[in-house]
């Protein structure tokens, strides 16, 4: 479903990424854990192709785009990448002068060129998903942040991507706002939701993701079934950063 191989990237001469390969199979949900400032939020953009990399493949459905230093994909390729992808951020970043059923229709509307009635409705059913359906009409600042970031997931979730990429997701909430995120993200991981999410969030990576990859100063040390890897990982590293996690 996704695959990236020998991904690299670096930001003038720092090297952020250093030939990281992921794959994750069509429903699995795979969580990327490591320190600030491992690579994981370039490795997640690299995906939608926010960051273009340096050398590497990506594969996302039937598409397969290999990159090569200074090439730039093409507009049609980009496209086709983000018709796949919905992007969930750390702080929500919902557009602040549209109301929560504006922001999950914007997509809709502006991608896929639907028309207005239609997408308000596929919004409204989308808010329904994540339990706002009454508040349609609020706008983001008048949401808590479990709110704002649930109505960010429906807005992801709306051109019906094939895999949902989430950037600590959980990371700006209050332990009660974050369980209300993390209950919407284990339902659609049941509902079959291929899924890849950085975290510092031991519950959401646990729970949610059957899958965990572990990336140190931009290389993966470890891979594997989450469970394994939080109770018996097999470098010391891995350990030891898994302790630190809460
Ligand atoms: P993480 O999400 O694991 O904290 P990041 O992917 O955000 O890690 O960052 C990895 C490294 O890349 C950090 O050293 C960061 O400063 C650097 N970095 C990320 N984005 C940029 C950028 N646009 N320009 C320069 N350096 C960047
Ligand atoms: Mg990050």
């Known amino acids: 479903?996704?695959?990236?191989?020998?991904?690299?990237?670096?930001?003038?001469?720092h090297e952020v990424l250093r030939s990281v390969s992921v794959?994750?199979?069509a429903g699995q949900v795979t969580a990327l854990i490591g320190p600030s400032g491992s690579g994981k939020s370039t490795l997640l953009r690299c995906v939608n192709l926010l960051e273009v990399p340096d050398a590497g493949n990506l594969t996302l459905g039937a598409e397969t785009i290999r990159f090569s230093p200074g090439v730039r994909p093409g507009p049609d390729a980009v496209r086709r990448i983000?018709?796949?992808?919905?992007?969930?951020?750390?702080?929500f970043q919902l557009f602040a002068h549209q109301s929560a059923v504006q922001n999950v229709m914007e997509g809709l509307v502006t991608v896929k060129r639907w028309d207005k009635a239609r997408a308000r409705e596929r919004a409204l059913a989308l808010l329904d998903k994540v339990g706002l359906r009454d508040k349609a009409d609020a706008w983001p600042a008048s949401l808590s942040?479990?709110?704002?970031q649930r109505v960010a997931i429906a807005r992801a979730l709306a051109i019906e991507p094939a895999v949902l990429l989430c950037d600590e997701p959980t990371s700006a909430l209050d332990p009660g706002l974050a369980a209300e995120v993390v209950a919407v993200l284990s339902?659609?991981?049941?509902?079959?939701?291929t899924m890849l999410m950085a975290t510092h969030d031991l519950r959401l990576a646990a729970q949610v993701a059957g899958h965990t990859v572990f990336l140190l100063d931009g290389a993966v040390v470890e891979a594997g079934p989450s469970r394994a890897l939080f109770e018996s990982a097999q470098d010391p590293r891995t350990r030891e950063f898994v302790a630190t996690l809460a």
């Open 187 to 193: 339902e659609l991981a049941r509902e079959g939701m």
């Open 23 to 25: 794959d994750i199979a």
């Open 1 to 13: 479903m996704i695959a990236l191989q020998g991904i690299r990237k670096s930001f003038g001469g």
């Open 82 to 91: 983000r018709l796949q992808t919905g992007m969930v951020f750390q702080n």
């Open 145 to 148: 942040g479990g709110q704002q």
